[in-house]
């Protein structure tokens, strides 16, 4: 069973950029994975930020960008503001239909 | 406005059933796969399973198969999740979501509030 993995916590201080990542525990991520990335906030339901890799959903600052870097899919956040502090989940498609997600960053803002 | 409204939620028994609902607006729906994912409490995001714009093809995860079934009736711009045999894993908040496209390789963008399904006696 192929996990997806993520960074269990990140802290960045405002104004600074920080990137998360988004890995296989078996193989390296590409744009075949149509890698995605969702923010999501206590007691919110998630919200869109990147899909297919690199695009931005409606209503996303440009701060927010998605790559692939190296062998993991990542997100990368431009000038860190307070209320980025939130968990980021990422999903990437593995094939026949299935979708998996990672376990999450909480990422910190201070 | 795109907007997903989720229903039928609620305090089951183990083994037991129930069947959730998603009402879309504001987009083409027949035109968009869409998406159930579930979030236990206290826990991550977790993909439940897929239907395809036509409804013709479906896709579940391991936990759920055999269990659960994803249909969707374009005629009333709804989303179903029928659940049966119900475990007290399966206690989570259930979102519906919008894929932005047809296909099964599209991603979700847009998300319902949740709703929430508890399995307990």
């Known amino acids: 069973q192929t996990v997806v993995t993520q960074e269990p916590s990140f802290s960045v201080s405002p104004g600074e950029t920080v990137t998360l990542t988004c890995g296989l525990s078996s193989g390296s991520v590409s744009t075949s994975y149509y890698p995605s990335w969702y923010q999501q906030t206590p007691g919110q339901a998630p919200r869109t930020l990147i899909y297919?890799?690199?695009t931005r959903s409606s209503g996303v600052p440009d701060r927010f960008s998605g790559s692939i870097l190296g062998n993991k899919a990542a997100l990368t956040i431009t000038g860190a503001q307070a209320d980025d502090e939130s968990d980021y989940y990422c999903v990437l498609y593995m094939g026949s239909g299935i979708w998996v997600f990672g376990g999450g960053t909480k990422l910190t803002v201070l | 406005e795109v907007q997903l409204l989720e229903s039928g939620g609620g305090l089951v028994q183990p083994g037991g059933s129930l069947r959730l609902s998603c009402a879309a607006s504001?987009?083409?729906?027949?035109?968009?796969?869409m998406t159930w994912v579930r979030q236990a409490p206290g826990k991550g995001l977790e993909w439940v399973s897929s239907i395809s714009a036509s409804g013709s093809s479906t896709y579940y995860t391991d936990s759920v198969k055999g269990r659960f079934t994803i249909s969707r009736d374009n005629s009333k711009n709804t989303l179903y999740l029928q659940m049966n045999s119900l475990r007290a894993e399966d206690t989570a908040v259930y979102y519906c979501?919008?894929?932005?496209?047809?296909?099964?390789?599209?991603?979700?963008?847009?998300w319902g509030q949740g709703t929430m399904v508890t399995v307990s006696s």
């Open positions: 504001g987009f083409t729906f027949t035109s968009f796969a």
């Open positions: 979501a919008k894929c932005s496209g047809s296909t099964k390789r599209d991603a979700f963008d847009i």
């Open positions: 297919n890799t690199n």
